[in-house]
């Protein structure tokens, strides 16, 4: 619960005094020992906290997601693996898992999707980072359209798939192997993209490095980089132009 539902409660009469002072002692964050819950983030940044599950001992992730799930906040986990997944649900069944992404998550109450974000893709077995940055975005409230498989190596798919890209407020590319994806797009519509490069690819691909120094040094304009495989991080980025598309930098203030 953030300070503004803690005040409008007790405003109202529907929470003590006593009450609010306890919860207020959460604030800004709730230490577990093993963690610190950062219950004010939503306050601060407009977005709650995301839980990086990978490399997280299995009860730890349990204590965090079932404590603040306990707060009736959604609750999006990132990097999840199948047994994490199946050790949370048994012990909060609220949550929901999607192996291709990784994504835990926990919604208490669904956002208004707004505006529109395209996540494309260079190939097929980009899809897994790309969803990464679809469902964060859809979580957080952002209307995505997902256009698979146009990569630079059938380029007539991309163009015939030009009308997707109208009326977005940004595009996300993710690919692997060289990354000239992101760089093609650029050249192609009005809006920021942001650059996804992958760790998919043959040997002199480095684990994605390639494709990252491609998107890097793209002589395209309007293009911004994340790190390998950091499909969360496109996601938010992607949500945060979004809302200012829509609703406008004054509003959000």
Known sequence: MDVSAILSGVKSGEMEVGE??????KLPYEDLGYAKIDHHRNVRQGFEEVIYCQGKETEHLVGICRRMAGERINVLGTRASAGQAEAVIKAVPVFTYEPVSGLLKAEFRRPESIGK?????????????????????????????????VGVAGIHRLLRNLDVFEHVTCVIAVAGMEGALPGVVAGLV?????????????????????ALLTMINSCANGITVVNIDNGYGAGYVATQINRLAVRGYEKNR
């Open 20 to 25: 609010a002072e306890e919860l207020l002692k």
């Open 117 to 149: 974000i395209v996540v494309c893709t260079g190939g097929t077995a980009d899809i897994p980072v790309a969803e990464e940055a679809a469902g964060v975005a859809e979580f957080f409230g952002t209307r995505v359209t997902r256009l698979f498989d």
């Open 190 to 210: 009005d809006v920021p993209v942001i650059a996804v490069p992958t760790s998919v690819g043959y040997g002199a691909s480095f684990g994605g490095l390639s």
